[in-house]
């Protein structure tokens, strides 16, 4: 499976960006998905993660109220919507596939990565 993430850049503080993610080579539809950002010198952090489904997501303590995750399994696409941004959120964001259906906030759960993608929020 590939995960192509998209739909980062610079935003104002404050304003809001949403980031997909398109999967191609097997069906979304059976998969849980999960977002994640990093930083040069942290490790990977876990932002928000969705169910086959739909109807069960998971958010970090950081972003919850302000990020929103959702999938339209019709178009094998993940979003992530980010309102409310900060200048602290500015990262590379990836998009995850946990194909065994392992603990959602753990970043050994998920075995398909996207390349990433820059968002960039200015003060």
């Known amino acids: 499976v590939q995960l192509q993430a998209s739909g980062g850049g610079l935003v104002q503080a404050g304003g809001s960006r949403r980031l997909s993610c398109l999967a191609s080579g097997r069906t979304l539809s059976i998969y849980s998905m999960g977002w994640f950002r990093q930083t040069p010198g942290k490790e990977r952090e876990f932002l928000a993660a969705?169910?086959?489904?739909?109807?069960?997501?998971f958010y970090a303590d950081s972003v919850k109220g302000r990020f929103t995750i959702s999938r339209d399994n019709n178009k094998n696409t993940v979003y992530l919507q980010m309102n409310s941004l900060k200048p602290e959120d500015t990262a590379v964001y990836y998009c995850?596939?946990?194909?065994?259906?392992?603990?959602?906030?753990?970043?050994?759960?998920?075995?398909?990565w996207g390349q990433g993608t820059l968002v960039t929020v200015s003060s």
């Open positions: 995850a596939l946990n194909s065994r259906t392992l603990p959602p906030r753990l970043l050994a759960s998920y075995d398909f």
């Open positions: 969705i169910g086959r489904s739909g109807l069960s997501t």
